[in-house]
């Protein structure tokens, strides 16, 4: 009886759990010592996992590129399981991969200063409201997290702006994976993006954008943030203090957090009808003329080469666009980190070309008749 009561009590759970939203915890896993260090000292040698001496706040045994930039030929680190944004691999997770920057230029990527490689053209967050070092002196463009990055809570963390694993604290043992849609806290927000909401690829390609099944999911909005001068689109709680994060929990309106001009609604052309004066993201794909046909017909695939984001938090991944409903994002052009092409773009823009009748690549998957006027 007692068996069969807990069969009961079992088969019970497992039905709980397979009724439950897809929200799911992904925290890390190993043991502490694969990423810990308590004294950084072992036989007298420090103990850090990228041969730097110096200890780590919440004594890990890396700072951010320590664990996520080995640089190695793995773009999951086989030892902490830690997803890699510098690497060798051939297969980039969805960020893009911060190599390019060091082998094609500044032009390609994020100079976050923890790659010691500073930009040397671009000296602050073009379209930004404040520069990048208004406020205090800050030297750097921006960072991996915290205040002048992206990741983790930006906002000061124990009275400074330093922005290092601080300002990530609780995030990789509360990871929260699959569909992100209360983004209240850093680990349970986009990628650890405080305030984005949004799905994540949780399956055998996780962290990866790969094809029309295997993808992450964005939320997009049907218009963009529409305020000039005030403050709160991008702070939580009044300035200095609060939180920076992007209120309507878009991507784009991340993105805006610092590249203010290129989304809010008075600098794309006043509203959110053509004719633009920068190109609209957080607009709904028109369901009419070349928009219509989205990847040339092709039963409107979704690519991973120019996504588009949705306006609710989706339940699981979509392999279709729909015009009508779909929103463009500054990422259906650029990757998050760095790519292989100028301007972080997802594809060489000196091979999109017009009127020749053969394209169905970049611009062209969504501006379908540029490519043969029909
Ligand atoms: C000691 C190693 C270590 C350090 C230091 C570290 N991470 Fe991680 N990080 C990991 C591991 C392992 C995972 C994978 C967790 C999982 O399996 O979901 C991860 C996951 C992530 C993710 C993906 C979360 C998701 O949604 O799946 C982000 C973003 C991230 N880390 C950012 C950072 C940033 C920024 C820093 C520096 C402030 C940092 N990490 C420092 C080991 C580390
Ligand atoms: C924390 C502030 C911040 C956020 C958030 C941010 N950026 Fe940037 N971005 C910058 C700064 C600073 C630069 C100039 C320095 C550089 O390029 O390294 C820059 C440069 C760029 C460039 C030009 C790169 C080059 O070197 O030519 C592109 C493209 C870009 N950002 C796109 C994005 C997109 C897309 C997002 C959202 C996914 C985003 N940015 C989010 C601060 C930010
Ligand atoms: C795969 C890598 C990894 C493993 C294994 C790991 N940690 Fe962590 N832990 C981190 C990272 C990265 C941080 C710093 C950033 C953060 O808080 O998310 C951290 C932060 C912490 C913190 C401070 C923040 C918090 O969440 O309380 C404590 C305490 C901690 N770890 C304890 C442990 C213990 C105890 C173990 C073993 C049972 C362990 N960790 C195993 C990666 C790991
Ligand atoms: C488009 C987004 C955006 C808007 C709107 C905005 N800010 Fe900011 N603000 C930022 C970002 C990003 C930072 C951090 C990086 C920096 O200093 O450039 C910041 C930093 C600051 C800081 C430095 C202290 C801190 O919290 O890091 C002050 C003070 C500040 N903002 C005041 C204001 C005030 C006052 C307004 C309204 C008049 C305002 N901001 C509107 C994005 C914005
Ligand atoms: C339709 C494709 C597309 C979308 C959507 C898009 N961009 Fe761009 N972006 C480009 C191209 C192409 C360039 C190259 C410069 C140009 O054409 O103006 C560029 C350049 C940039 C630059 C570099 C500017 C400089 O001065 O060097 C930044 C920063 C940037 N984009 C940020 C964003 C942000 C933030 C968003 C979303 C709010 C966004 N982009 C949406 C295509 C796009
Ligand atoms: C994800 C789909 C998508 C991609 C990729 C895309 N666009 Fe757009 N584009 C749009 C949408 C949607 C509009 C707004 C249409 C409307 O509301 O009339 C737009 C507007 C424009 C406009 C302004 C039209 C007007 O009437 O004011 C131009 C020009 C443009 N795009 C060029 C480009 C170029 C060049 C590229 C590649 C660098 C590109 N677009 C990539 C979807 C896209």
Not at 26 to 40: I, L, P
Not at 126 to 132: A, F, K, S, V
Not at 178 to 192: E, H, M, P, Q, V
Not at 319 to 347: E, F, I, K, Q
């Amino acid at each position: 009886m007692k068996t069969k009561k807990h069969l009961i009590k079992h088969s019970f759970i497992i039905v709980l759990c397979l009724g439950l939203p897809v929200s799911a915890w992904a925290v890390v896993t190993g043991t502490c010592s694969n990423c810990h260090t308590m004294h950084n000292s072992q036989n007298g040698a420090p103990m850090n996992l990228n041969n730097s001496s110096a200890p780590n706040k919440l004594l890990t045994k890396g700072d951010c590129l320590g664990c996520h930039g080995t640089g190695g030929g793995n773009n999951i680190d086989p030892a902490t399981g830690a997803p890699q944004v510098l690497h060798t691999n051939a297969t980039d997770l969805a960020g893009g991969n911060f190599k390019y920057i060091e082998t094609g230029g500044d032009n390609r990527g994020h100079n976050v200063v923890e790659l010691g490689n500073t930009e040397d053209t671009i000296p602050y967050a073009p379209g930004h409201i404040h520069q990048m070092n208004d406020y205090s002196g800050f030297t750097v463009n921006v960072s991996c997290a915290g205040r002048l990055g992206c990741h983790g809570t930006r906002q000061k963390v124990n009275g400074t702006y330093s922005g290092g694993n601080e300002a990530l604290k609780g995030t990789h043992h509360g990871n929260v994976d699959g569909k992100l849609d209360t983004a209240d806290t850093a680990a349970n927000s986009y990628r650890f993006l405080r305030g984005v909401k949004g799905y994540e690829n949780m399956g055998t390609f996780k962290w990866q954008n790969k094809d029309a099944d295997n993808h992450n999911e964005y939320l997009g909005a049907t218009t963009p943030m529409n305020a000039i001068f005030g403050c709160t689109p991008c702070h939580v709680g009044e300035p200095p203090t609060g939180s920076i994060e992007p209120v309507n929990h878009t991507i784009s309106g991340f993105c805006a957090t610092c590249h203010r001009d290129f989304h809010i609604v008075p600098a794309i052309g006043g509203d959110t009808t053509s004719p633009f004066t920068r190109h609209p993201t957080d607009v709904v794909l028109p369901n009419a003329g070349e928009y219509a046909n989205y990847n040339q017909g092709n039963s409107k695939q979704y690519r991973v080469d120019a996504p588009v984001a949705r306006t609710t938090v989706p339940d699981s991944i979509g392999n279709t666009v729909t015009p009508g409903a779909d929103v463009v994002m500054c990422l259906s052009c650029h990757v998050a980190h760095a790519s292989n092409y100028p301007d972080m773009l997802r594809w060489d823009p000196s091979a999109i070309i017009a009127g020749n009748g053969t394209n169905n690549n970049g611009c062209i998957i969504c501006h379908t008749q540029k490519d043969d006027g029909i």
